[in-house]
């Protein structure tokens, strides 16, 4: 383990991969909004919000989603007694091809957004470079937001809903929810202390209904990157969460981490597990999509935190970065996982 | 004009909207590559590499991105004398669905990534963020990236080449372009000093054949919080530069600067209607993409700011976040766009 003092700058560079924090943005509010299935799984009772009527009102599932975006967000600058005029900046992206889930609904709302890509990574893709505009001075109160819908995905990455496919055994179910953390300053309340982002990594998986296989290997590469920057082992963090890698991805990693000398499953946890029932609700390898981990982190893991029950937590979302069209052109499918380092 | 220092932050808020660096990153390498068509314009010289089979030899038009991307940033990093490995952190993205230009290349090359998404903004986005990421201190070499391709440019968002479609007189052509930037630490050299993230404006534009008016109002609305945060007047400033504004959109800035009080026509010029000669290469109201501003900024101005042909230039690459589906569904196309302030 190495640390390094970036010229003046404020972070400290751990290693050759983590940065380190040193004033680490508070969460000051934060929200999750789910739909009917996610109503019904084991985490029912951590949503702020959730929506027996999928459509939320809207005439189409892709406005559906950006009216479920709006309320997670609505829902956590509430809890953080800001208004929108407050933010500085609001970091966003999520699975609707030109993020318009996210871009939609934030137009001329009159905070500066930056649009972010990083699939269903993007909840601590965004938490990230949050944390970094934080660090840097420039920003004291800003938001990161994602969400997914299984309806708009679905269409969009597979087979339109009407067509009634069969869904293999490795398939994930996109989860329709969405979540938003509000980061600013305070005495006390869950902190980002560390952030490590991903590297794109592609092991020549070409199955697009076995997404959980593609992402693994770039959530193995980035903890292994996080455990040899700073010199910690499984042992001296408390919770290891990722974003969605399901059933089929979290064997994996657990396989992945125990070859490389960091073994993590008696504390690795996934989103995709966690959010749904998987034998009463039918979702087959597990839950996935943006809203996956943002649902589960800002509703229920965030809970776990202020109530004393987490202390600490490595929490990665996964990402399969697919194109149908590069997949149709006999691509394989990339992964990408951005670690996020919180603590009570 | 106020300024507030944010906590023990480095880079210090200025009025509601700009953010000024105190460590400003130097530009230590930069590169632009082109296409046939952007060959043949009045900037074809300050291209670092021009394809006149923009196939690049690769079997797809995405793929053929996805090369001249990798182009862009082996020739950058080469004027930096950096090589891959050296830098801490890639940010990058492109129009094509799920980013894939810039995924794909960026798969097993060992580098962290942070996806962006801000459609033609992209090339000041990923500048911003890359400053951002600078001035906190956790990164001190890193690189800003993105490209276009007409090709799959026009069959993603609008007809297959094959149709043939006519063209009105307000579209704009894709550039087949990517640029790259270096950013890193040096005793002299172009510095990013200060940084102005856009906000998402849409007024109501439903025409996928007129980005200009769709773009302009972001962009006025970003170089009118510039000048009031800032107390400055366009004369204060050297050159304004937008991205892919042409012919249209270019006139409609104008006409908001000066309604707004801060008139910017006789320093204003947009990439769009430098990459392209607009009556002899009958490219309608001129060029866009996000190669458009990124390959006129890596190449043609950085060059112009090294030489001290331009000493201070405000550049906002400008983006219609546009969804084919979104419009399908009457939805109207927002705009935004992200100022970075460079000085020689």
Not at 1 to 17: C, E, F, H, P
Not at 297 to 313: K, P, T, V, W
Not at 332 to 343: D, E, K, R, Y
């Amino acid at each position: 383990m190495t640390t390094q003092k970036g010229g003046i700058g404020l972070a400290v560079r751990v290693g050759d991969s983590v940065i380190a924090l040193e004033r680490p943005p508070v969460i000051i509010g934060h929200a999750a909004v789910g739909g009917r299935r996610e109503s019904e799984g084991p985490l029912a009772a951590d949503f702020d919000a959730v929506f027996l009527d999928t459509s939320f009102g809207e005439d189409s599932w892709e406005k559906a989603e950006s009216a479920m975006q709006r309320e997670a967000l609505s829902r956590a600058l509430a809890k953080a007694s800001l208004k929108t005029g407050d933010l500085q900046a609001i970091f966003a992206g999520d699975l609707q091809n030109q993020c318009t889930a996210s871009h939609y609904h934030l137009r001329n709302i009159g905070v500066p957004t930056i649009g972010l890509y990083g699939a269903c990574s993007t909840m601590t893709e965004s938490l990230m470079v949050a944390s970094v505009f934080m660090e840097s001075g420039g920003t004291e109160r800003v938001a990161a937001l994602t969400s997914s819908h299984f309806c708009s995905a679905e269409r969009q990455f597979r087979f339109p809903l009407e067509y009634g496919g069969q869904r293999t055994p490795t398939a994930q179910w996109t989860a329709t929810a969405a979540g938003a953390a509000i980061l600013g300053r305070a005495e006390s309340g869950v902190r980002i202390t560390e952030v490590c982002p991903g590297r794109i990594v592609d092991k020549g998986i070409c199955d697009i209904n076995n997404m959980g296989a593609c992402m693994a290997p770039a959530a193995a590469d980035t903890l292994i990157r996080y455990f040899a920057s700073t010199g910690k082992t499984p042992q001296d963090v408390g919770s290891i969460v990722t974003g969605d890698l399901g059933y089929v991805g979290s064997r994996l990693l657990c396989e992945l981490m125990a070859e490389a000398g960091y073994p993590i499953a008696d504390r690795h946890k996934d989103c995709g597990l966690m959010i749904y029932d998987r034998e009463r609700q039918d979702v087959h390898a597990g839950g996935s999509g943006c809203g996956c981990s943002a649902g589960v982190l800002c509703g229920h893991l965030l809970r776990q935190m202020e109530s004393g029950n987490i202390a600490d937590l490595l929490i990665m979302s996964t990402g399969a970065l697919m194109s149908p069209t590069l997949n149709q052109q006999g691509e394989s499918i990339p992964g990408v996982a951005h670690l996020v380092h919180l603590q009570a």
